[in-house]
């Protein structure tokens, strides 16, 4: 049941990220489908997210989150 919920969890939160993404700033949007994708269990997973956080945009924001809180940066490679 907890399986089933987090990815029904992770599968709004990507239409969501989707949703955002639309209007022309995809900061927010792409931060919300990574969140998604990171709860949601499927084969392939890990490729996708190092495509998707490659794109430098969404790395910098990523980092500049991690670095407020006190975590190294992340590195993709």
């Not at 209007?23 to 489908?33: D, E, F, I, K, S």
């Not at 990523?62 to 940066?73: A, T």
């Amino acid at each position: 049941m907890g399986i089933v919920l987090k990815n029904v969890l992770g599968a709004v939160l990507i239409i969501i990220g989707v949703t955002l993404a639309v209007p022309g700033v995809p900061g927010p949007g792409l931060l919300t489908v990574v969140a998604g994708i990171l709860l949601m269990d499927f084969p392939g997973k890990r490729i996708l997210l190092c495509k998707i956080l490659g794109r430098p945009s969404l790395l910098r924001a990523i980092n500049h989150l991690r670095i407020r809180f006190s975590r190294p940066p992340l590195v993709i490679g």
